[in-house]
């Protein structure tokens, strides 16, 4: 028998839907629970996890505090062994999104990364992300679109060459800048890739200044590890969280990657609202389909090669046969995999219907399909957005695609 305290019925029945990804369902169970009891630690929880989802962080933080206050009365309560460490976990990333990198900080401590938490308490002690010029604004043009997006970011006195990637989370750069640049190493932990599960060595650092155009920016949070052995052209990625500092425009037709104060665009006339939500610090989810078959699946703007990379049993399910494709070798940031290039019939991202087009199978961390409870269905990559002009302001929880016609 298990030795995991049963649930009330409604968290139960919440933690059910949720599973089943019936996010909506999920809520209003875990707000039942609630009801008839304020101190249901699950149900904050799961109540909080939803919030996080929806970058309503403010919402999160009140319960996951409440939930942590709970659990620290010594009280016996109905929730599994391992429920403070989540609780923390999600308040950390919390934290984390409100650029409260002190608070986060205590929270990374208590979960024993202290990596993490050593650079995020050094920058606890700075305004993070800092706008040290005039400008708030600024365009700044792709130096290529294929196969990934690239733009150039200035580094000391020099310009590198940086792909603009919602599928990595802080600014990541080679490890042999964090040298030639004097950066400091608060640390090293391992982490796996979305295309893996096998490890590579992270450095944690902060960046003094960089510039992006005309923007520049001091006490920036960063990652360090060895991308130039497989991609020697590359300096680094810039990923979700910068970019989640501004309202962001990629325009992939056009060229141009836009930065600008978060608010100041609103969806035009002609443009379609993408759903989404957000788990962790950079998990970007969006409901999709491949070959009529619902999944969700996480945006990578950074992954190229294919329209989609998924496991298996995305292929399985939409109906794909994986005979069919033809063997490769491909590349991550983890190092060279067996993969298998596919031709599917349709895929859908949000609103976006693509036909024809070309996915792997192989080339998706086993543990992330169902890292979260729910199921993962695979990374949308490069080649899916590359006829859009893509705007994410997650501060007014706002993505929408526009194309040309």
């Given amino acids: 028998m298990s030795d995991e305290p049963k649930l009330p019925e409604q968290t ?77 976990r999600d308040l950390a990333w919390a934290y984390y999104r409100l650029n409260r990198f002190d608070l986060a900080a205590e929270q990374f401590a208590a979960l024993g990364e202290r990596a993490r938490a050593n650079k995020l308490a050094a920058l606890g002690e700075h305004t993070p992300y800092r706008r040290a010029s005039n400008a708030d604004a600024t365009a700044l043009p792709l130096v290529a679109r294929d196969p990934v997006p690239f733009v150039l970011l200035t580094l000391g006195n020099r310009d590198h060459l940086f792909v603009v990637d919602t599928g990595t989370g802080e600014l990541t750069l080679d490890v042999r800048l964090l040298d030639e640049l004097g950066l400091p ?80 665009r609103r969806m035009p006339d002609g443009a379609t609202p993408v759903p989404f939500w957000l788990l962790d610090d950079h998990l970007l989810l969006v409901p999709g389909a491949l070959n009529g078959r619902e999944h969700l699946f996480a945006v990578a703007s950074g992954f190229a090669g294919a329209a989609l990379s998924a496991p298996p049993s995305t292929f399985t399910q939409s109906g794909v046969p994986l005979e069919s494709g033809m ?61 859009v002009r893509w705007t994410l302001d997650l501060a007014s929880r706002a993505f929408w695609f526009e194309r040309e016609d």
């Fill in 12 to 88: 139960a029945i919440g933690w059910a839907l949720f599973d089943a990804a019936d996010f909506k369902g999920a809520a209003q169970r875990f707000d039942m629970a609630l009801h008839n009891d304020p101190t249901d630690v699950e149900a904050l929880r799961g109540r909080a996890r939803l919030h996080l989802m929806e970058n309503d962080v403010g919402a999160a933080i009140i319960l996951l505090e409440h939930a942590l206050a709970v659990l620290q009365t010594g009280e016996e309560v109905a929730a599994p062994a391992d429920a403070e460490q989540r609780a923390r």
């Fill in 185 to 264: 190493s608060f640390g090293v932990q391992p982490s796996r890739t979305a295309a893996s599960d096998r490890h590579v060595a992270v450095h944690h650092t902060v960046i003094p200044r960089l510039r992006l155009g005309d923007i520049v920016l001091e006490n920036v949070p960063a990652e360090a590890e060895d991308i130039q052995s497989r991609a020697p052209q590359i300096s680094g990625f810039i990923g979700f969280n910068l970019l989640a500092q501004f309202c962001t425009t990629v325009d992939l037709p056009g060229g141009m990657v836009y930065l600008e104060p978060p608010g100041a």
């Fill in 327 to 387: 063997p490769l070798q491909g590349v991550s940031g983890s190092g060279t995999h067996d993969v298998t290039l596919l031709r599917v019939e349709e895929l859908r991202v949000g609103p976006l219907a693509l036909h024809d087009v070309e996915a792997l199978a192989g080339l998706f961390s086993p543990s992330l399909e169902w890292r979260y409870g729910f199921r993962i269905g695979g990374l949308i990559g490069h080649e899916a957005l590359r006829t």
